[in-house]
T-cell receptor
């Protein structure tokens, strides 16, 4: 298996700009998760897709955040009007079934100036 | 609510020492899974082990071993004869399969392990 890939690996942006991140899961995995990790903390769940359906969103996901998974393949996470508090590592993970181990990508590190 | 607590923020040992990382969890669900992940300095989370709530058998894999005790809601991880390459942040995580849960992982805050030569 090729692993989970994420693009870009690093993103520096100015406050107020929009950014979009991409995640390519392991090909046979129908479950896809986004997490956010800030310095010194464990990852926190943001949202979950089963195939193309977005089935759960965390309260952490404000209305400035939107995620899609067209055709149940890759996923994108967009942040509009970025704020300095959005600076974090954004992690994507995929799995075959609930309860199975999730495989994580390398993450996208976002810095908002 | 589900919660994972890793009380040890940082541990420092000298190479070849044994080290145990503690994890305590809270959940009301009867069917759940526990995980350990390793996050080396490169940043990518690496899966180490998964345990389900019905399997309390302890497991040994090379220098790694895990002690799952439902009675104390603990899932501890021991590294025997630690090596410098074991230096990383280790996360314990929990998920359940209740109807309202989608398999999302609830992580502890992590334990930073430093193994000195």
């Amino acid at each position: 298996d090729t692993g989970v890939s994420q693009d870009p690996r690093h993103k520096i942006t100015k406050r107020g700009q929009n950014v979009t991140f991409r995640c390519d899961p392991i090909s046979e995995h129908n479950r896809l998760y986004w997490y956010r990790q800030t310095l010194g903390q464990g990852p926190e769940f943001l949202t979950y897709f089963q195939n193309e359906a977005q089935l759960e969103k965390s309260r952490l996901l404000s209305d400035r955040f939107s995620a899609e998974r067209p055709k149940g393949s890759f996923s994108t996470l967009e942040i509009q009007r970025t704020e300095q508090g959005d600076s974090a590592m954004y992690l994507c993970a995929s799995s075959r079934r609930g309860g199975n181990e999730q495989f994580f990508g390398p993450g996208t590190r976002l810095t908002v100036l | 609510a589900q919660k994972v607590t890793q009380a040890q923020t940082e541990i420092s040992v000298v190479e070849k020492e044994d080290v145990t990382l503690d994890c305590v969890y809270e959940t009301r669900d009867t069917t759940y899974y526990l995980f350990w992940y390793k996050q080396p300095p490169s940043g990518e989370l690496v899966f180490l082990i998964r345990r389900n709530s019905f399997d309390e058998q302890n497991e040994i894999s090379g220098r790694y071993s895990w002690n799952f005790q439902k009675s104390t809601s603990s899932f501890n991880f021991t590294i025997t004869a630690s090596q410098v390459v074991d230096s990383a942040v280790y996360f314990c995580a929990l998920t359940s399969l209740s109807s309202s849960n989608t398999g999302k992982l609830i992580f502890g805050q992590g334990t930073t392990l430093q193994v000195k030569p």
